[in-house]
Nanobody, 125 residues
Framework: QLQLVESGGGLIQPGGSLRLSCVAS????????IGWFRQAPGKEREGVSC????????YYVDSVKGRFTISRDNTKNTVYLQMNSLQFEDTAVYYC??????????????????WGQGTQVTVSS
């Protein structure tokens, strides 16, 4: 079974940057659309960004457009989420997830069959 592991979270001041990584163990991510989701305390999990298997299609939720960039390196079996100009509202646990239909780029949670355990991002002064 595909297992995803996120890393790169931490405590950061407003305006700072972090890069999250999502790595799969034992199986290749190359055929999957990968999405990043986040969940803040007391809120529902929301989609942030996703990237198709080839990297040719990406999607961002409006609140992160222009600040976050999703990318993938299929040679390293890794998907990244570069987060710049972080704001207090970005504080959440960030999860990566895999959609086996790698041709699409959608943040519908039901499309994603595999989820990581999450990494905490805290934006605080």
């Amino acid at each position: 079974q595909l297992q995803l592991v996120e890393s790169g979270g931490g405590l950061i001041q407003p305006g700072g940057s972090l890069r999250l990584s999502c790595v799969a163990s034992e199986f290749t991510l190359n055929y999957y659309t990968i999405g990043w989701f986040r969940q803040a305390p007391g809120k529902e999990r929301e989609g942030v960004s996703c990237i198709s298997s080839s990297g040719g299609r990406t999607y961002y939720v409006d609140s992160v457009k222009g600040r976050f960039t999703i990318s993938r390196d299929n040679t390293k079996n890794t998907v990244y989420l570069q987060m710049n100009s972080l704001q207090f509202e970005d504080t959440a646990v960030y999860y990566c997830a895999a959609d086996p239909r790698g041709y699409r780029a959608s943040l519908a949670k039901g499309n994603y069959d595999y989820w990581g355990q999450g990494t905490q991002v805290t934006v605080s002064s």
